[in-house]
């Protein structure tokens, strides 16, 4: 496409505050060789990189920074010169800057397929990233830790500087010197170490004198003591120079090596650049993706120009190519005509080059072989043409350029000259570009051409709005109704004499009167139904808000309400499935003292749990009573009933700190919350009655008071200790033995810190010499 079209349409600002949001040469190069695209699939591929670097800005922030073109530094490499460290640790930047997007984008790779295939062929250069990171600093200077034999020189620069600086201070510190110098201080001069000494007083300081004041009086001297010393710091200074400049030859050699990976890495990261800065762009602009279409057909929805400021900008709204392709827009100068040819123009330029439009969703726009435009004032003073001959010296290439597949827009089409000839001139001209198909918008003032547009398939009229209360555009785009030039109601408005007004009406012809009242009253209403319109979709948009808020909070109150009852089912869940648990555990250990003694007693405690656990059904989900005791009302041996089985039990033991108290119902002990408690009215404190468990005990000899966990880990130790200590406690022992053997110590650990905090437990201690030692613990029951 041509550059001047590109120019008048002011494409190229548009690449100017592109190329502001780039932090590199290279995207900046890339933004101003910025162009559009004639090629379907790199206009898409194009679109598609703004679109994933969008998504990027979206997720978070990319590691992009602001980096230098490293294309000479590593062409100066191969041809064989030495870089600098400045230019090394650019080097350095770039490959950190490249991995950086490489795992960033690595993260979203889903989301951003392309961009993170771009980085995948990145090369980590990693010899090279870490020969430069230990020797170069972010200065740019040879660091100590690039060679041994830097350090160690540098070590001696050092050590000698040192000592000829204390010399040197010793010198003018000396009472018997003092006298001699101008001042008593050490300065430098041609890279020598020197003290100013009076001129008058020069022989009774031995040395070399390597400078002059300006008035004479004082003379540098660098004295004969210190010139051996200085003289070895220069000769170590000479190595250091050496040294640095074989560490520099190594790394430029090394560099070149990775030629091709750090010229990928340099272009990948303009790339990256320049597709950050549209996405950039883009999101300030609150800019959408375009769809490209191949029905030749442009649409913008809401379409604003992007040098006009949010605050100023009107939008627009467009279809050209579907039921016309040639568009008149007619009505008065200063009324925003020209205004929506360049938004049409630009945005369609913006599209083609890869870049998001500013508009709504479904903006769409063709692949286009030329966008032409004449538009403004452009004739030649080097050519002495007219304003008139200026325009039809660029509509005559146009018009041998433009073909089909091809957008023209023209400003005041045939104006400059006789307006008979120049409406018939400008009705032919469009009606060329319509007969070779080519998408056209034009503006005039001329009425002749509202006629033609009326009269003529694929031809519309449209005008910009104008409001006749305040006698001001409004700059809104109305296609299907022409304009009217509002010349007499604008000039009585602003104080014109009736009467002249009424004279220059009488000289229009009737039917012209007729159709610009018609037109007049045609848009007073059509203003009118927009405004009701405008009102009726606002309250529609607010109910349609209300209406989504009243969803939502109905959906939340419905999600807590099915969470709250799918707890309460897992918990009750939970607590059965436990309940069972330790009912059948602890109905298997009686059984054997059962069958052991024969124990009619212990057969109806059985069956009383087991009747209870037929009763316990999930379906129980009626709300329970909340008992109303306190940590202080609990005392061990009270009687109570537990709420949510209704069944009357025994405390056993305090509460502990998350205020649960553990109960005992017939033979099954529960632990259970202090608000499921009630306490038995009319009931004192219950004393236990052991005798018949420790006859039990007594009765057979296979009742073992000891527990053997060795080889167990700590957690299936202390499920076995638990259920040991509650039969121990219900058989009435005073003292039970654990043997957890000595080991490494973590199970004996572990199990006599879980005995410290149980319930039935009085007291522990280490076994004695025949007890087992420390490899046992004797454990008093309460």
């Known amino acids: 496409m041509e550059a001047r079209y590109l120019k008048t349409l002011e494409f190229m600002k548009i690449k100017d505050i592109l190329a502001l949001e780039t932090l590199t040469p290279m995207g900046k190069s890339l933004s101003e060789d910025l162009h559009p695209f004639q090629e379907q699939k790199e206009l898409l591929d194009s679109i598609n990189d703004t679109y994933e670097g969008v998504i990027s800005l979206n997720y978070g922030s990319p590691p992009m920074t602001e980096l230098g073109d490293i294309t000479n530094t590593i062409s100066r490499a191969t041809k064989g010169g030495i870089l600098t460290g400045k230019e090394l640790y650019i080097v350095l930047r770039s490959i950190q800057v490249s991995k950086d997007l490489k795992v960033y984008f690595t993260k979203i790779r889903d989301l951003t397929p392309k961009l993170f295939a771009m980085l995948k062929e990145v090369d980590d250069c990693k010899e090279l990233k870490e020969s430069i990171n230990i020797s170069v600093s972010d200065e740019g200077h040879i660091l100590d830790t690039a060679s041994a034999e830097l350090k160690s020189i540098r070590k001696q620069i050092f050590r000698g500087e040192s000592d000829l600086k204390d010399k040197l201070d010793s010198f003018i510190r000396s009472p018997q010197k003092l006298k001699y110098l101008q001042e008593g201080i050490i300065t430098q001069r041609n890279d020598r170490y020197c003290i100013p000494v009076k001129a008058e007083h020069k022989g009774q300081v031995p040395g070399i004198a390597h400078d002059y004041s300006a008035s004479g009086a004082t003379v540098f001297v660098e004295p004969n003591f210190a010139v051996e010393i200085a003289n070895k710091v220069q000769e170590f200074k000479s190595k250091e120079k050496q040294e640095v400049e074989r560490i520099l030859i190594n790394l430029t050699n090394l560099l070149s090596c990775f030629s091709e990976e750090l010229k990928y890495i340099n272009e990948t990261i303009g790339r990256m650049d320049f597709i950050l800065a549209k996405a950039k762009m883009a999101r300030k ?17 809401k379409g604003r120009h992007p040098l006009i400021p949010d605050k100023e900008v009107v939008p627009m709204s467009l279809e050209l190519g579907t039921d016309f392709n040639t568009l008149v827009i007619t009505g008065p100068n200063t009324g925003g005509k020209t205004v929506t040819l360049k938004t049409v123009g630009l945005l369609t330029l913006m599209a083609l080059s890869g870049l998001f439009v500013l508009g709504d969703e479904g903006c769409s726009f063709p692949i286009l072989e030329g966008v032409y435009a004449d538009i403004g004032d452009e004739q030649s003073i080097e050519q002495s043409l007219s304003t008139f001959s200026s325009h039809m010296t660029n509509i005559v290439n146009i018009i041998n350029k433009a073909q089909k597949n091809s957008l023209v827009l023209f400003d005041e089409l045939g104006a400059g000259t006789d307006p008979v000839e120049g409406s018939a001139l400008a009705t032919a001209i469009m009606n060329l570009f319509k007969e070779r198909k080519v998408l056209t918008v034009a503006t005039t003032h001329y009425s002749q051409l509202k006629s033609y547009a009326y009269e003529n398939e694929l031809v519309e009229n449209a005008s910009v709005e104008f409001d006749h209360q305040t006698l001001k555009p409004t700059y809104k785009l109305l296609v299907g109704i022409p304009g009217k030039s509002n010349a007499f109601e604008i000039s009585q408005r602003l104080g014109l004499d009736t009467g002249l007004i009424q004279k220059a009406k009488e000289m229009i012809s009737q039917d012209t009167i007729r159709v610009d009242e018609m037109l007049k009253d045609l848009e007073e209403k059509r203003m009118l139904y927009e405004k009701k319109l405008e009102e009726l979709e606002q309250n529609q948009r607010l109910f349609s808000l209300e209406r989504q808020t009243l969803d939502k909070k109905q959906a939340e109150v419905i999600g807590k309400k099915e969470e709250i009852l799918r707890k309460a089912k ?40 087991r009747d209870k656990m037929k009763n316990t059904t999930m379906e129980e989900e009626a709300p329970q009573k909340t008992g109303n005791l306190t940590n202080k009302d609990i005392t061990v041996g009270m009687e109570v009933r537990l709420l949510d089985i209704n069944q009357k039990a025994t405390v056993l033991g305090l509460p502990d700190g998350d205020s649960k108290v553990l109960c005992q119902v017939g033979i099954m002990k529960i632990k259970t919350s202090l608000e499921n408690l009630e306490k038995v009215q009319g009931t004192n404190k219950v004393t236990y009655n052991r005798a018949t468990l420790r006859n039990i005990k007594n009765a057979d000899d296979e009742v073992k008071n000891s527990l053997d966990i060795r080889g167990q880990n700590v957690e299936d130790a202390i499920l076995e200790i638990d259920k040991f200590l509650d039969n121990s406690f219900v058989l009435g022992f005073k003292e039970v033995t654990i043997v957890h053997g000595k080991g490494t110590g973590a199970l004996r650990t572990g199990v006599r810190e879980y005995l410290r905090k149980h319930p039935h437990v009085k007291s522990t201690r280490f076994g004695g010499f025949s007890e087992g030692g420390d490899g046992a613990s004797i454990v008093t029951l309460k």
């Open 285 to 301: 602009q609150r800019a959408t993706q375009p769809r490209i279409n191949q029905d030749g057909v442009i649409t913008i929805k």
């Open 570 to 609: 897992e918990e009750s869940y939970k607590i059965i499935r436990l309940a069972k648990r330790e009912g059948e555990e602890l109905i298997k250990d009686i059984r054997k003292i059962q069958e052991s003694v024969g124990s009619g007693n212990i057969h109806r405690d059985l069956q009383k749990v």
